[in-house]
């Protein structure tokens, strides 16, 4: 939608509504819906991908996930952690582990060419390998186009059947055609872990050959959605899906993701949840002919939990100058402020509270997760015509992401105006159909206070990967909790 249509809509609609009418802003797109408008902003972006890239979830939104890195120009220095020498204990483990690891390679039906590498291992003696979902999406979402071989650490090749996909927990479970020696043993109970216990971690990193990495457990990661093992040691691209072992050979958790500003500071998804893959594999017939209806159900499931999460207490109420806007602080949502009051013809305080995790789909696709913004602009020089001027062009209704991202429909969005208890608001919404997943959508809901003519409160809101129904209650809770507090 761009200003001219906006501004033909906010002409149409000038009645103050009533909050509870005023807030049933938009109508429900269909899933094939083309119809113009802006579009929302663009997801998440995974870290570059490149012609030997391994797909790149940003598994938690500051901790993107080791992959296979772009291939180094002939003097660039790889930033990665290299991984340090192996003590003997650790190259005893690997002697013993090395026959059941493997290399996951992507490739392009059409001319075999490798797409993305990661890492895996076979479990028991049976022939059923664990790895990362986001090793293998390519396949699960696109088996038309994709397929999968492997390659062990003695250089032997064979095909990979996709079993079973856990999108939430980033887990795969997948066939080949030579069995394990039994040295990965996934263990029936959870395993029992101190902090500071060694742990060595084992795959292919950056491509160069399998290696090993000795680090250490250190809690669980308490600002994603689903648990995290921290690991504290170094996790290179390449590695995602291989396992993480103790000193005595049990597998504690399976390589997923690193801080990339920090230093050996990587994740592991506990092995719990590869056990209850390893069940839901035993338990089928077959493998689905169609992932794409299966991994929708998990988006679905998760995002009922999410949203369910958000909304169990009203959003909390902060003050920005004379209103109050609302926040969701927690173990998951964290909040930053900042300002350029200093010597500016006009003052803008923001404060953003981010989701510290979204869920993987694909290299080009996460989801699943919640954003707010809020500015306090203000200005004690500029006349009300500069001043409005300057709202308008920050209150960015066009700044809402490509018009041509073949993974959404394009955006329908409504403008009303609408009037909170003790406010006047400007809102925007609008919502975007998954394509992939039916039942899935994305709400953008910007708003901006109508009620001063040197002052302006701007926010946004964005909920991704939710269903119709969840995003308008996050939408209506959001809008409602708007205000100016009231004076007794």
């Known amino acids: ?3 001219t249509v906006v501004a033909r809509l906010a002409a149409l609609l000038t009645t103050c509504l009533a909050l509870g009418a005023g807030l049933d802003l938009v109508t429900r797109p ?8 802006t579009v929302a902003r663009a997801g998440l972006a995974a870290p570059a991908g490149a012609p030997v890239a391994a797909p790149v979830p940003q598994i938690a939104v500051d901790t993107p996930p080791a992959a296979t890195p772009t291939e180094l120009i002939a003097g660039e220095a790889d930033t990665q952690d290299a991984l340090p020498q192996p003590s003997s204990a650790a190259q005893d483990l690997y002697e013993s582990a090395r026959s059941d690891l493997l290399q996951i390679r992507m490739l392009l039906k059409n001319g075999r060419t490798q797409s993305t590498v990661g890492s895996g291992f076979l479990v028991g003696t049976s022939n059923l390998a664990l790895t ?27 095909p990979v059947e996709l079993l079973a996909v856990d999108v939430l927990h980033d887990l795969a479970v997948v066939r080949i055609n030579r069995n394990g020696s039994g040295f990965f043993k996934v263990p029936e109970q959870k395993v029992k872990l101190r902090q500071g216990q060694p742990l060595y971690s084992l795959g292919n990193p950056l491509d160069l050959g399998f290696a090993i990495s000795e680090g250490a457990y250190n809690g669980v990661l308490t600002r994603s959605f689903y648990d995290r093992l921290i690991f504290s040691g170094p996790i290179n691209s390449g590695m995602s899906g291989g396992p993480s072992v103790t000193a005595s050979g049990t597998v504690a958790g399976i390589n997923v993701s690193r801080r990339r500003d920090g230093e050996s500071v990587s994740f592991l998804v506990p092995v719990m949840y590869a056990q209850e893959l390893l069940r839901k594999v035993a338990e089928q017939a077959a493998p689905p002919p169609d992932f794409n209806p299966l991994i929708g159900k998990q988006l679905l499931a998760h995002q009922a939990g999410m949203v369910d999460r958000l909304l169990e207490e009203p959003l909390t109420l902060k003050g920005m100058g004379p209103y109050l806007v609302p926040v969701r602080e927690s173990g998951q949502v964290r909040c930053w402020g900042r300002s350029n009051a200093r010597g500016a013809a006009y003052a803008v305080d923001a404060m953003s509270c981010v989701m510290q995790s979204a869920v993987f789909v694909s290299d080009v696709q996460q989801t699943g997760n919640v954003s707010m913004t809020h500015r306090y602009i203000r200005s004690g020089t500029m006349d009300p015509m500069r001043f409005a001027a300057l709202a308008t062009d920050i209150f ?14 394009k955006p329908f969005c409504t403008e009303r105006f609408v009037h909170t208890r003790t406010l006047p608001l400007r809102a925007v ?41 969840n995003g308008m209650r996050v939408t209506r809770a959001y809008l409602g909790a708007f205000g100016r507090p009231v004076r007794k």
């Open 1 to 3: 939608m761009n200003r």
């Open 30 to 37: 269909a899933s094939a819906q083309t119809g113009a408008g």
């Open 132 to 158: 990362n979902y986001h090793v293998v999406s390519q396949m699960a979402l696109d088996p038309a186009i994709y397929t999968a071989e492997y390659i062990d650490t003695d250089g032997n090749t064979g």
């Open 396 to 409: 960015q209704v066009d700044n809402l992401g490509s018009t041509g991202d073949p993974r959404l429909t």
């Open 429 to 469: 919404t609008c919502v975007r159909a998954y394509r992939k997943f039916e039942g899935l959508y994305n709400f953008t809901l910007l708003t901006a206070s109508t009620d001063a003519s040197q002052a302006s409160l701007q926010s946004r809101l964005d909920v991704s990967g939710v269903s119709y129904e």
